[in-house]
Structure formats: C-alpha cells, structure tokens
Nanobody
Framework: VVHLVESGGGLVQAGGSLTLSCTVSGLTFGGYAMGWFRQAPGKEREGVSCISWTGGSTYYSDSVKGRFTISRDNAKNMLYLQMNSLKPEDTAVYYC????????????????WGQGTQVTVTS
C-alpha cells in the first residue's frame, strides 16, 4: 500500500519560514516524480513545485519562485519543501504527490496523494 504523509505545517507569521516533509512508503521512491500542491479555501488546487526522479529538474510556480525550495532524498524516501519569506497568501493545505511521469509544468496529474498539512501565515 502506498502512503504519502505530510508533516511540518503550522502557524507562522509573515516573513517566517517552514519546512514541509513528505514521508513516502509502498513504492520505489527513486522511480517517481514528486510534487507539492496547495489548496486554499474557495480556490482551485495549485501546483507549487515539482521535482523529477533524481532531482535534476524542478518547477516552481511564479508565486513561490525564489522563496520556496523543493528537494528530495531518495535514500530516505523523503520529499521536502523549504518555504521562506512566507506571505499570508501562502495559507493553504499543502499536499505532496507522486507519479511515475514527470510533468515539467506541474499540472497535478499525479497518481498518489497525501492527506495534506495545513500552513497558516498570519500578517
């Protein structure tokens, strides 16, 4: 059974930082592209950042470029999202996702999803 479990969310003031983690089990992690997505209340799900199987290719949405960094540790089956200079508009539930295919446009066509972790940024 495939499991993706996000952690690291919480409440932070604007300008602060958080690091999200995604623990993956039940699949050969190095054979899967990974992504972080978010959904705020009343808004559509947004692709935040995606990373290819070995980390050689990454995608960032314009809204987070320069502030967020995606990384992965294939030896530990872990995906990370370092979030700096957080803004209130970053408030959302953040999900990690996995798929065998890497979509350079990070459009959310992923086969496996976690349950999400809440990130709330106060002004």
């Amino acid at each position: 059974v495939v499991h993706l479990v996000e952690s690291g969310g919480g409440l932070v003031q604007a300008g602060g930082s958080l690091t999200l983690s995604c623990t993956v089990s039940g699949l050969t992690f190095g054979g899967y592209a990974m992504g972080w997505f978010r959904q705020a209340p009343g808004k559509e799900r947004e692709g935040v950042s995606c990373i290819s199987w070995t980390g050689g290719s990454t995608y960032y949405s314009d809204s987070v470029k320069g502030r967020f960094t995606i990384s992965r540790d294939n030896a530990k089956n872990m995906l990370y999202l370092q979030m700096n200079s957080l803004k209130p508009e970053d408030t959302a539930v953040y999900y990690c996702a996995a798929d065998v295919a890497y979509d350079p446009a990070c459009r959310g066509r992923f086969g496996y999803w976690g349950q999400g972790t809440q990130v709330t940024v106060t002004s």
